[in-house]
C-alpha cells in the first residue's frame, strides 16, 4: 500500500507583496539606468546616500502617509504642519526659551494635535477626510505665516553641532581627482527614518492594529462586520500621521538649519505619490509598509535624473506627472487580473460613436 502523499496547496502571493516586488522593479531598472546614463555622478556611493540625508522629511512624512493610505484615507495637510513645526521650533530656539529637547517636544505636540483633530472629525464625526485635512491644511499655513514671515537661521550652538553631525563609513566611499579617498557620510535624520522605517513595518505586519489597518481599508463593512473598532483604528491611524508629520518637520529643521514660509511646500503631493510609486493603492487595503520608502527613491531618482540631464526643473514635474499615470494605470491592470475580472480599455459615452436612428432602423430590420 502506497503511502499517502499530501500536497501543500499552493500559497497565493498578496497583493500588496506583489505589487510591493514591482515598485522594487521599477526603482532597480530606473537607478540602473541612471548609473548607466550619468556613472560619473550616480555611481558615486555618496549619491545614493544624499538621497537620504537631503530628504529624510520627505521618506518620513511619506511613512505616516501610507498608514493613513492603507486605511483607506488622505492627509494633505502633512506638508504644512511639516512647515509649521519648523519655524515654530526654530522660532523657540533662536529665542533662547527652549533647548533641542524642548523644540523636539514642540514638534510632537504641534503634530499630535493636528493628528488627534483630524481623527476625530474623521473618525467619530464621519466627516471626508480631504474637506478635514484641506482645512488643516490652511490653518498650518495660516499659523505659519503668523508666526514669521521671513526666513529665521538657527544659530543656536547645541542645535547647529547636532545639524552639523555626521557618522562617517570608512570602508565605503569614493577617490577624488587627487586620489584622496573621501568617506561616505550619513545624517542623523537618516537614522529617524530607518527607526522609523522599522518601527512602522512592525507595526503593520504583526501587530492586531496593523492588521485592522488593512481590513478597514479593504472593506470598512466588512470590518464592522468582523468586530474591528473602525473608529478607534481610523482615529490612531491620522493621529500616527500627524505625529510622523512632526517629526519629519523637525528633521527637516536639521537638514535646512532654518525656518521658513516655504518649508513643506508640495510634501502632501510628494508623499501620495511616492506611496502610488511604490504600490500602495489609493482604494485602501493593499499596500506594503516598506512600499513608501522605495516610492520615494524612485520620485528622487527621477529628479535626481533630470536634473543631471541639465534639462529645465519644470520637466521633473512633468516626467512625475506622466509616470504617475503609468502607475496608476498598472495597478488597476495587476488588480483587475488578480481578481479575475478583464481588463479593458472602456471609452466613456461621450467619446463613444453614436449611431443616427436610420441606421439603427435599418440594423433593426436586419
Not at 548607466?36 to 511619506?62: E, H
Not at 535624473?305 to 504617475?324: D, E, F, P
Request: proline letters at 4%; hydrophobic letters at 55%; glycine letters at 12%.
Amino acid at each position: 500500500m502506497e503511502a499517502l502523499r499530501t500536497t501543500k496547496p499552493k500559497v497565493r502571493m498578496s497583493n500588496s507583496t506583489l505589487l510591493f516586488i514591482i515598485a522594487g522593479i521599477i526603482f532597480l531598472l530606473m537607478y540602473g539606468f541612471a548609473l548607466i546614463s550619468f556613472p560619473g555622478s550616480f555611481l558615486q556611493f555618496q549619491t545614493f546616500f544624499d538621497l537620504f540625508n537631503f530628504n529624510a522629511a520627505l521618506f518620513i512624512v511619506t511613512l505616516g502617509m501610507c498608514i493613513v493610505m492603507i486605511a483607506g484615507g488622505i492627509d494633505i495637510s502633512v506638508g504644512a504642519v511639516c512647515g509649521l513645526v519648523t519655524m515654530a521650533c526654530a522660532m523657540l530656539l533662536q529665542s533662547g526659551a527652549g533647548d533641542v529637547w524642548g523644540a523636539l517636544l514642540l514638534a510632537l505636540g504641534i503634530g499630535l494635535a493636528f493628528g488627534l483633530m483630524h481623527g476625530y472629525l474623521i473618525a467619530y464625526l464621519e466627516i471626508q477626510p480631504f474637506i478635514i485635512t484641506l482645512a488643516g491644511m490652511f490653518l498650518a499655513q495660516g499659523l505659519l505665516t503668523t508666526l514669521h514671515k521671513d526666513p529665521l537661521n538657527v544659530t543656536k550652538p547645541a542645535f547647529v553641532a547636532l545639524r552639523n553631525f555626521t557618522i562617517e563609513i570608512p570602508w565605503l566611499g569614493t577617490v577624488n581627482r587627487l586620489g584622496v579617498f573621501i568617506p561616505c557620510e550619513i545624517k542623523p535624520g537618516v537614522f529617524v527614518v530607518l527607526v522609523l522605517v522599522i518601527l512602522y513595518a512592525v507595526l503593520m505586519k504583526w501587530s492586531r492594529f496593523g492588521r485592522n489597518v488593512y481590513a478597514v481599508g479593504g472593506n470598512i463593512q466588512s470590518a464592522r462586520m468582523l468586530g474591528i473598532n473602525v473608529k478607534k483604528t481610523l482615529f490612531l491611524s491620522y493621529v500616527i500621521c500627524g505625529l510622523t508629520a512632526g517629526i519629519g518637520g523637525f528633521v527637516f529643521l536639521m537638514t535646512t538649519g532654518a525656518g521658513n514660509i516655504g518649508n513643506g511646500a508640495l510634501f502632501e503631493i510628494k508623499a501620495i505619490a511616492a506611496n502610488v510609486m511604490g504600490g500602495i493603492l489609493l482604494n485602501g487595503g493593499v499596500g506594503n509598509l516598506l512600499g513608501a520608502p522605495i516610492g520615494t527613491l524612485t520620485l528622487l531618482t527621477i529628479n535626481e535624473l533630470i536634473r543631471a540631464a541639465g534639462v529645465q526643473s519644470n520637466l521633473q514635474a512633468i516626467v512625475s506627472g506622466l509616470l504617475l499615470y503609468l502607475f496608476i494605470v498598472l495597478q488597476s491592470i495587476v488588480m483587475s487580473l488578480r481578481s479575475g475580472r478583464k481588463f479593458r480599455l472602456t471609452l466613456p459615452p461621450w467619446l463613444k460613436p453614436h449611431r443616427l436612428p436610420e441606421e439603427k432602423e435599418a440594423g433593426n430590420q436586419g
